[in-house]
């Protein structure tokens, strides 16, 4: 897979770490398919900076959590083709301890986060299928490998998707479908805006938080013509937080 004339489809690819991953997917030669729940500034930006780059970019717009609305909007983008390249970007997080959770910081996190996927790419998987081909990237989180304090539901919902990738993999692997998760670490964007820098820092090897472009590369590698042979696999973007 070289990109060259294809399309990627980046649920949440819109800002964060999603936006990122658009961009570098474009800048590889894919035609991209961002999506975000309500169209704004930030997409027509995307869209132009994909436009000058000579690739075309169709914004979606899908809220995850609507099971039926999500397939109609993928299916009227992808009724003739699938997509060559997936990517499962869209979460969110909603910390606090588990003694203290309430019902809906769990709910909706898994909603967002592990259901939202059903949602979005089970529909997409047989158009894949029949193609003989294509790539489903999620990203997950070290959350999900290891688990975090105060983030019991986003941890749930992350290891679950690792589950899913992995089970998946072993499905559609013959069929030349390749399935990997990215599992970033600590990265700025709005979601770690928050984060005590002091406190977590200490944590890190490498001593300081990932860049969304640093998860964009290694999306950009297992969508790419040098992953032909990793499948299944969690590939962790964290600074060595996890090792
Ligand atoms: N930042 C980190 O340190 C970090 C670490 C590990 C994993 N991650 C994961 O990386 C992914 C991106 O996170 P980020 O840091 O870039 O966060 P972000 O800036 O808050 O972006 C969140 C993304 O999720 C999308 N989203 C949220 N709710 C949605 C819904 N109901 N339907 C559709 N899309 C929805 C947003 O789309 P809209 O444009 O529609 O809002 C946006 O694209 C998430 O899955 C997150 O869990 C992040």
Not at 129 to 135: C, D, E, F, K, P
Request: charged fraction near 25%; hydrophobic fraction near 40%; aromatic fraction near 6%.
């Amino acid at each position: 897979m070289n990109g060259k004339n294809r399309t990627a489809l980046i649920i949440g690819g819109c800002r964060g770490i999603g936006r990122e991953i658009t961009l570098r997917l474009a800048r590889d030669g894919f035609d991209v398919v961002p999506t975000c729940r309500k169209r704004g500034e930030e997409a027509e930006k995307i869209a132009e900076e994909v436009r000058g780059m000579g690739r075309s970019c169709r914004i979606l717009e899908l809220d995850v959590r609507d099971r039926e609305g999500a397939r109609k909007a993928l299916d009227a983008e992808f009724a003739e083709t699938a997509p060559d390249a997936v990517v499962y970007n869209s979460g969110i997080a909603k910390d606090n301890l588990f003694a203290f959770m309430d019902g809906s910081q769990w709910d909706d996190v898994l909603e967002t986060n592990l259901r939202g996927f059903y949602n979005t790419v089970q529909p997409l998987v047989f158009g894949m299928l029949a193609r003989h081909g294509g790539r489903i990237v999620v990203i997950t989180s070290a959350s999900g490998q290891t688990g975090q304090a105060g983030q019991v539901n986003y941890s749930a919902s992350k290891a679950g998707l690792i589950g899913a990738v992995k089970a998946l993999a072993r499905e559609v692997g013959r069929k030349g479908l390749l399935v990997n998760a990215v599992a970033p670490g600590v990265i700025e964007t709005e979601m770690t805006k928050e984060l005590p820098k002091d406190a977590v820092l200490p944590l890190i090897p490498l001593r300081r938080f990932g860049r969304p472009e640093e998860v964009a590369g290694v999306v950009s590698f297992l969508c790419g013509g040098d992953s032909g042979y990793v499948h299944g696999q969690v590939i962790a973007v964290n600074g060595g937080l996890v090792i």
